[in-house]
């Protein structure tokens, strides 16, 4: 079944070094190469889960962006998330939200703190999150990276978190990667 999407459009060359330009002068990627969110792409992630697209996860810090499905699944698109694995962004996003998380602190303080997901049980193998040797970071698991990635481009480019301008982190912080 095809899915209408409702986000902008924008037309880029086949070229993925010409992407990767596009996102770091337009502000939306992380510093790091990002694949182009293409409809297929972002499709298939959307199949992934019974959410419609415009179904509303929350509204993310700091500038309380509304994080819908469509959102998620283009920056987890762009992140190299698998489909399988698209429902555990949405699971943390929607932690995020919560408010005894205090997420507006977690995204504005100048500490160097980032959210932590942490995922048990036989999805974990499938998915190949890591939780062995090098688990927080390092052990090239796709769905540790992706996973997480996804969660901080929704934080950057649906919620608005950007070093420097809401974020007061000193230091900054690797996790913010992925």
């Known amino acids: 079944m095809r899915v209408e999407l409702t986000s902008p459009i924008v037309e880029v ?6 992407f990767y330009e596009l996102s770091l002068a337009e502000g939306w990627g992380d510093g790091a190469p990002l694949l182009p969110p293409t409809d297929a792409r972002v499709s298939a992630l959307l199949a992934a889960t019974p ?11 700091p500038r309380h962006g509304a994080a819908t499905v469509e959102l998620a699944a283009l920056n987890a698109a762009q992140a190299g998330c698998q489909p399988d694995a698209f429902p555990l962004v949405i699971a943390a996003l929607e932690a995020i939200v919560r408010p005894e998380l205090n997420a507006i602190a977690l995204t504005t303080t100048t ?7 942490i995922v048990n ?10 939780y062995q040797a090098g ?14 990635r996804a969660v901080s481009l929704c934080l950057r ?10 974020s007061r982190t000193v230091f900054g912080q690797p996790a913010r990667f992925g």
């Open 111 to 117: 500490s160097s703190v980032h959210p932590v997901l």
């Open 135 to 148: 688990c927080l970071g390092g052990a090239a698991g796709r769905g540790s990276m992706t996973i997480g």
């Open 51 to 61: 959410l419609e697209p415009s179904f509303v996860i929350g509204r993310l810090p």
């Open 13 to 18: 060359d086949d070229d993925p070094e010409a």
């Open 157 to 166: 480019n649906v919620g608005g978190q950007r070093a420097g301008a809401t």
């Open 121 to 130: 049980g036989p999805s974990r193998d499938r998915l190949r999150i890591d």
